[in-house]
Structures are given as C-alpha cells and as structure tokens.
C-alpha cells in the first residue's frame, strides 16, 4: 500500500512539474509600449483566399501577423481582425493602435510608420491594395 501511495504521489509531482514548465514556458515580459499589446507572439487570422503577412515592430521587438482575407485594402483586412484602430481624417485613418499598443503624434511625438518590404509606404493602410503574398510592416516610430 505504500509503495502505491509513493508511486501515485512521485507521478502527481510528474505531471505538475510538466504542467509548470508548459505554461511558464508561453509567458513573455512585456515592457515598455509592449506592455498594451494584444499579441505578443506570431499569430494567424481569417479564411480567405488572399495571404499578406503584417509585421509589427517596436521597440526592439516584433510579431507577424499572417492576414487570410477576402478585403480588398490592408485597413479592412487589419480592422477586420481588430488588430488596428484610429481616426478617420481627411487624408485617410490615421492609425493610432497597432496589436493593442498606441502611438499618438500629439501626445509624445511617436506614430505608425508604414512600410511594404522596407519600403516606406505614400498610401495609407486604408488605401492600400493588397495582393497574396505580399509582405508589410507597422514601425512604432518616436521622434
């Protein structure tokens, strides 16, 4: 009977240190704008039948977002998935919230540079035409 009790007990120890180890091993230490973020490891989204992969980079730190979409611009395709937020100006969304985190020109010079395979983009994400394959990225930028 104690034999059965000392192996019953050695497998619970087992199990808990492999339950400890699983869990603590998805924990990532968010600092700094990260600290807001929504996601802070690679992520896929949607079902459509148009790829585009998004990376979002701040701070010495960035995730990669793979867009499966039927939208015809980038700004649907992220606001679809609910990963960008802003105003409607004159010119267009002016993106403040990329994956949770904020940029705000007004508040401390910072904003969302927005650049398609490095190079910087003249369009917005809501003017912007995508097509499979494609590659962009979302620049936390602070002047």
């Known amino acids: 009977m104690k034999k ?7 497998i619970l120890l087992s199990l808990l ?3 400890c180890l699983v869990s603590c091993g998805n924990t990532v230490n968010a600092t700094g704008v990260w600290e807001k973020a929504t ?3 690679n992520a896929e989204f949607g079902k459509g039948a148009t790829t585009v ?3 979002v980079s701040a701070e010495e730190q960035s995730v990669t977002f ?9 700004g649907d ?3 679809e998935h609910k990963l960008i937020a802003g105003e409607e100006s004159a010119y267009g969304l002016y993106v403040k919230v990329v994956n949770g985190m904020t940029a705000d020109y007004d508040v401390d010079q910072s ?5 398609k395979d490095g190079e910087y ?3 917005g994400v809501d003017g912007t035409e995508i097509s499979d394959g494609e590659h962009y990225e979302l620049v936390y930028t602070k002047q």
């Open 4 to 10: 059965t009790v000392h192996s019953a007990l050695g």
């Open 17 to 19: 240190f492999v339950v």
């Open 39 to 41: 996601y802070l490891k």
């Open 53 to 55: 992969q998004v990376e």
């Open 66 to 74: 793979t867009l499966h979409t039927d939208k015809t611009t980038l």
């Open 77 to 79: 395709a992220l606001l």
């Open 111 to 115: 904003y969302w540079a927005f650049y």
């Open 121 to 123: 983009m003249m369009t």
